[in-house]
């Protein structure tokens, strides 16, 4: 969620704080700040709403020239999106400014403590007693802002990255990070830190990784990390393999359509250097013995959102490749329900950012049980992938819109990368039935290209559908998570009624949702599958009840003609590799529709790319 950038060096702090901000739009936010260190003096601006506001702001009441700068786009949590809920929060005496991701879960407690000293608070957020206890803690750190910071660490609870910069040390910045993303960029007489590398990437690609509960404090001249407790940190250097323009529109109107039609080229580039020497797949990170791998008794998938539809697609196909049990679970439900894993289990974490609290959580939780872990992740670097034993990257590159493209469709072929991962491990498939398996999914990303060749007929049955209240989807085996995909994309981009359902339980209840004129996406299988004629079956219940159907079909499929309204066509492709082409279409569709009621389509209201709060 909410997005961060500091920074020292040579250049104008505001220039390069702002840019990083807007880089960081994706993130999702309601209100944007900055801070600067100018004159012996911190100077401040924020405001409700978009980045244009503080914008607008600065150009009304400019911020003097500086060199050390803090910024900061909040995701409203504690208090609401207003000027004085908005980051920076200074400390009472106004020496000391502070930014901040996460959530300090004893906070109340630390306000009691500041009010009964006599502090004044100013707002209704959690961050801003770090700030006052930062300036409280000076005295007894020696007016050493990274002591002062350790200190006051090891006294919040919580999920957190603080960045905060005092205006008697002008050439420092000072963060700490517990369970928040926060990552370090590497210049040439200049330093940065930020949530996420895009932030930077304009300026260096190299960068460090910090570790949990890790203090850095950059300087033009250079950086230095330790832990909470103030001993010596490890850090791991890693270079950002995309560049700034990587981060742009590129010509498309939106980051959403950019990401569409890059689909293609992130399947390719998940597949890319899967064979080792031997010619046996391989994962990118993997700590586990070939010894444990064949001692899992149970897989269980744990995501949010668009990750767990990914995960109930790779049920199908792991399930069937490998004949291992799959559970596919809520991140955020996992913990609460007391599940039962272990040593002989893998728990699979999918997600996007590497920092989904959620499943950052339900990981934890997993290992504390001893299970084995595995992360599919498309962040190098991130903590998920950093507390996992096993890792597979998806390499999409980076995904700007809020609403999830490339990475639902790479999440799949990583997680089906992992299923005959483990049949070949468990001797369950021959060498040449896996490199089968392979030669399909290396055939995708052509196949996808030849949907997004043809959607303009996608975007006119979207516009057609703009004023309708509601869209129900139905699918069987993997159409039904597509279902559920599709659904989901079109509550997230045009903030309406969309479900999505299993074809078989129509029956069962939701085929009372059935009224004159109700659009039914329906995905089908192949013409040659058994459940063909079972979704047939379902498109003439919901048809005799008044429903306009949206046929996702294959070439080929003339017999649907008979049954729908409007025929989308995908390419012929194998059962367990659908999702990969009849999801497109729906992205399109979902973009269009928003479009056609005038949303903010990369930046949907009320939601945030990267859920770091639990």
Same mark, same amino acid.
């Given at each position: ?11 104008? /702090? ?14 999702? @936010? ?16 924020? !405001?409700?709403? !978009? ?19 803090? +910024? ?63 300036? /409280? ?54 330093? %940065?830190?930020?949530?996420? =590398? ?31 407790? +103030? ?26 359509? *950019? ?26 990170? #993997? ?12 897989? &269980? =998938? ?5 990750? %767990? ?47 989904? #609290? ?8 997993? *290992? ?24 597979? @990257? ?11 493209? *490339? ?8 997680? @089906? ?7 070949? &491990? ?15 999914? *290396? +055939? ?26 509601? &869209?129900? %989807? ?26 999505? %359902?299993?074809?078989?339980?129509l029956k069962h209840g939701p085929i009372a949702l059935i009224e004159d004129g109700v659009p039914v996406v329906v995905i089908l299988p192949s013409p040659s599958d058994r459940l063909h004629d079972k979704m047939i079956s379902a498109i003439q219940e919901v048809r005799a009840r008044g429903a306009v159907i949206i046929a996702i079909a ?15 066509? =995908? ?5 367990? #590799? ?37």
């Open positions: 969620m909410c997005g961060i950038v500091g920074y020292v060096g040579q250049k104008q /702090a505001l220039e390069v704080v702002v840019a990083g901000l807007r880089r960081l739009e994706y993130r999702g @936010y309601d209100s944007a700040g900055v801070a600067v260190i100018a004159d012996g003096a911190l100077e401040v601006r924020k !405001k409700a709403g !978009k980045l244009a506001n503080l914008e607008s702001l600065i150009g009304t009441d400019p911020l003097p020239q500086s060199t050390t700068g803090i +910024g900061h786009t909040r995701w409203a949590t504690h208090g609401g999106p207003t000027d004085s809920n908005a980051h920076p929060h200074v400390s009472e005496d106004s020496s000391i400014a502070v930014i901040h991701n996460g959530i300090i879960e004893n906070f109340a407690e630390l306000r009691e403590e500041l009010t009964a000293a006599g502090v004044t608070l100013s707002s209704e957020t959690d961050t801003e007693v770090a700030a006052h206890l930062l300036a /409280a803690t000076m005295p007894a750190a020696g007016g050493n802002l990274t002591d002062a910071m350790r200190m006051v660490c090891q006294r919040l609870e919580g999920a957190f990255t603080l960045v905060a910069i005092d205006k008697a040390q002008p050439d420092l910045v000072v963060a700490a990070r517990r369970n928040s993303p926060l990552v370090v960029g590497l210049g040439e007489g200049e330093n %940065f830190v930020a949530s996420d =590398v895009s932030a930077f990437v304009d300026h260096t690609r190299n960068a460090l990784e910090l570790g949990q509960d890790q203090i850095v404090t950059i300087t033009p001249s250079g950086v230095d990390v330790i832990t909470f407790e +103030g001993g010596p940190a490890e850090v791991t250097p890693f270079t950002v393999d995309w560049d700034a323009a990587a981060a742009e529109k590129g010509g498309f109107d939106l980051f959403m359509l *950019k990401e569409i039609a890059e689909q293609p080229k992130a399947v390719a580039d998940s597949l890319r250097g899967r064979f080792d020497a031997d010619n046996r797949l391989q994962l990118d990170e #993997m700590r586990l013995s070939d010894v444990d791998l064949r001692g899992i008794t149970k897989v &269980v =998938v744990v995501a949010c959102g668009t990750a %767990f539809h990914a995960g109930m697609v790779a049920k199908y196909a792991v399930e069937h490749w490998t004949r291992i049990p799959v559970e596919v679970e809520l991140a955020s439900e996992f913990r609460y329900r007391d599940p039962i894993v272990g040593p002989d289990s893998l728990v699979i974490a999918i997600s996007q950012s590497g920092e989904t #609290m959620d499943t950052l959580m339900a990981l934890r939780h997993a *290992k504390a049980q001893g299970a084995r872990t595995l992360a599919i992740c498309n962040t190098v670097g991130s903590t998920i992938p950093r507390e996992c034993d096993a890792v597979l @990257y998806t390499y999409a590159g980076p995904e700007i819109a809020v609403a999830s493209t *490339k990475a639902f469709l790479t999440q799949i072929v990583a997680a @089906y990368l992992v299923g005959l991962y483990l049949a070949q &491990v468990r001797e369950q498939m021959s060498a040449a039935d896996i490199s089968d398996v392979m030669e399909d999914l *290396k +055939g995708m990303p052509q196949k996808v290209d030849l949907v997004l060749d043809t959607v303009e007929p996608v975007r006119a049955i979207a516009r057609t559908f703009a004023n309708s209240t509601s &869209v129900l %989807f139905i699918g069987r085996h993997v159409g039904y998570p597509v279902a559920l995909e599709g659904a989901l994309k079109l509550k997230e981009l045009a903030y309406m009624h969309a479900e999505g %359902f299993a074809a078989g339980e294959e070439e080929g499929d003339e017999k649907i003609l008979n049954f729908s309204d409007h025929v989308i066509r =995908v390419p012929v492709t194998p059962s367990l #590799m659908q999702p990969l082409v009849s999801t497109v279409p729906l992205q399109v569709f979902a973009c269009e529709m928003a479009t056609a009621k005038g949303h903010d389509v990369d930046q949907p209201r009320n939601l945030a790319k990267s859920v770091t709060v639990e």
